[in-house]
C-alpha cells in the first residue's frame, strides 16, 4: 500500500491497481474499477496478459473503493486470472479511508493503517518526490501558464508554423529539424527552461511529423526524466491549438520513464483538442498494450530523412 502512491505518483481511488514483483521491468497498472462484471471480467484478462507479457512471475492486487461486494467480484475474478497466467499472486486487499480489507476472506471490518509513517513515504519526502492527492490533480499539473506568454507564444509559433507548412522546401525541414535536435538535446543537459523565442520555435516545429522526429531520436529510457520536465513545461506553457505535439512527446518520454498515468494524462490532454495525433496514438496503443519500454527500439538519426545528413548522428 505504501509502493503504490509512490509508483503511481498520486493516491488512487475507485481504481484496481496491480504490482508486480520480479520481472525485468517492474511492471505496475492501475484502471478505474469497473462496474458491470463483463468489464471486470475483460479488465482482469487485460491485467493478467499485461503481467504475462511482461514477465511478471509475482503480483499484487489493490481494490481502491467504498464498495464491498464489487471489490469482491473484481478480486475473485482477477485472482483467477492472473493465477491462470501462472502469477503468484502474493496478495489481495481492498483499500478505502485509511483501512485495509481482505475481500476473498468477506472481511467488512479491515485494519486500520498510516502511510505517513512508512519509510517509503519518508523516503519520497527527502527525495523530494511530490505525491498528488488523485488522478485529477496529476491531470491539472499539466495546466498552467502565463496566458500573456501564451499569447506570444501563439503569434510566433503561428508564424513560424506557415513557414514549415506543406510545401516548404526540403532544405528548411532539414535545418528545422537539425535545430529542434540540438535544441532538445541542450535543454535536456541543462534542464534550464526554454525562453518564449525558443519554445515558439519547438512548438512551431513539433506540428510536423517529419520534423517532430528529431525531439526524440536521442529519447532513451535511462535518460527519458529530463525530457519529462521539458515536455511537462511546454505542454503547461502551450496554446491550445499547438498541444498535441508537446502533448504526444510527452506521453512517449513518460511512457519510456515507466510513467504510464501522466502517459495518459498527456494522451487525454491532447485528445480534448484532436481526437487523433500520430504520436499520441502510438503510445496509446504502446500502453493498451502493456508493451513493456524496454522494448522500445532505440532509433537511429540516419533513419530519419531530414537528419540523414546530421554530422552529429552517431
Known sequence: ??????????HPSESVVVLSFGGPGGFHARADLPHRPAAQQELARLLAGACRANG???AAVLLYTSY?????????????ELQAAGLDVVDVLRVHDGR??????????????????H???????????????????LQASLLGGDETERARLATSADLRTRLLAGDAAPDRLGREARW?????????????????????????????????????????????????????DLVRRAPRHLLPGPCGLLALAAY???????????????????????????????????????????PSAGALPLLRDDDRAS
Do not use: K
Not at 505504501?2 to 505518483?9: E, I, M, N, S, W
Not at 461486494?69 to 478480486?75: F, L, P, Y
Not at 519509510?119 to 490533480?137: I, K, M, S
Open 1 to 10: 500500500m505504501a509502493l503504490v502512491p509512490q509508483v503511481l505518483g498520486f
Open 56 to 58: 511478471a512471475p509475482r
Open 68 to 80: 464491498h461486494e464489487r471489490a469482491g467480484v473484481q478480486a475473485r475474478v482477477l485472482l483467477a
Open 100 to 117: 485495509w480489507f481482505e475481500p476473498l476472506r468477506d472481511d467488512e471490518v479491515g485494519t486500520a493503517y498510516d502511510l505517513a509513517v
Open 119 to 137: 519509510p517509503f513515504t519518508a523516503r519520497a519526502v527527502y527525495e523530494g518526490r511530490a505525491v498528488l492527492a488523485d488522478r485529477e490533480a
Open 180 to 232: 529542434l535536435r540540438g535544441r532538445v538535446h541542450e535543454a535536456v543537459r541543462s534542464g534550464e527552461p526554454l525562453d518564449t523565442a525558443d519554445a515558439a520555435r519547438l512548438l512551431a516545429a513539433v506540428v510536423r511529423g517529419d520534423v517532430r522526429d528529431a525531439a526524440w531520436v536521442d529519447l532513451r529510457r535511462h535518460g527519458a526524466r529530463p525530457h519529462v520536465a521539458l515536455w511537462l
Open 256 to 298: 519510456l520513464h515507466g510513467d504510464g498515468a501522466l502517459a495518459w494524462c498527456a494522451i487525454d490532454r491532447s485528445r480534448e483538442v484532436v481526437p487523433h495525433h500520430s504520436l499520441v496514438d502510438l503510445v496509446a496503443d504502446l500502453l493498451q498494450g502493456a508493451v513493456p519500454p524496454d522494448a522500445w527500439p532505440e
